[in-house]
């Protein structure tokens, strides 16, 4: 995992870094029209959308390189393990090329670190077996600092592509603080993405600064258009 310099990063690098997010229950269909075509455009990492969104994704980003994310067991974990598991698999098999899946929270906190384990552990070999993106989501507001690294050792020994901050609708989002903690954890090659609440450029490159490699938001197109102002490429 390369990690960028955040004082010389392009705009394009920047998009390349974002994973373009609607993840709300509600909306009209060319709010998912929409968004895979700002996706297309800025040529973002991918879009992080719901399951049911899944089928529609992919085909709205067919050619355009940008992948489709499934956010699984969202946005509380607290799916049963064979219920993760089956949405993951049928993620994948609708052509999801990236899965964002919620640790069980509660499981955790009462120390069962067997299940939040497992959990982990299946979702990255199913999503390697099918060359797929594996993310693993903490939502750090509800955790002590011990128990993010608990986690991030977790996703380390299973070999997921990435830990993520959080959902988004938890009751506080990223914080470099939590991002440079799981940098320290995970060490140099996993990736490391904040979610929630990133919706500036400079909230953005606090966050790469401190070992971010992949952003999620829904307002990357205010944040690239951000830096390329910066840039004198606008």
Do not use: W
């Not at 070999?125 to 986690?151: F, N, P, Q």
Request: glycine letters at 10%; a neutral charge; proline letters at 3%.
């Amino acid at each position: 995992m390369i990690m960028l310099n955040a004082d010389t990063i392009t705009p394009q690098a920047l998009a390349a870094m974002i994973d373009h997010t609607f993840l709300k229950p509600f909306g009209k269909p060319t709010d998912i029209e929409r968004l895979c075509e700002e996706a297309r455009q800025y040529r973002f990492a991918m879009v992080a959308i719901n399951p049911g969104e899944v089928t529609r994704c992919v085909s709205l980003l067919e050619g355009s390189g940008v992948r489709t994310g499934a956010a699984i067991g969202f946005p509380l974990g607290q799916s049963t393990s064979e219920t993760k598991a089956f949405e993951t698999r049928d993620a994948i098999a609708k052509g999801a090329g990236e899965i964002d899946m919620v640790i069980n929270v509660r499981a955790l906190q009462a120390g069962d670190e067997k299940l939040v384990f497992a959990e982990i552990d299946d979702m990255a070999k199913t999503c390697r077996e099918s060359k797929v993106i594996s993310k693993v989501i903490l939502e750090t507001c509800y955790l002590t600092d011990d128990e993010k690294r608990t986690v991030c050792r977790l996703a380390v020994r299973a070999g997921v592509d990435f830990v993520k901050t959080s959902t988004g609708f938890g009751t506080a989002g990223a914080t470099v603080g939590d991002v440079r903690l799981m940098r320290e954890v995970v060490g140099p090659v996993m990736g490391v993405k904040p979610a929630g609440g990133v919706r500036t450029l400079d909230t953005a490159l606090d966050m790469i600064r401190a070992g971010a490699t992949r952003i999620g938001t829904s307002n990357g197109i205010a944040i690239v258009e951000a830096l390329a102002a910066v840039r004198g490429q606008k």
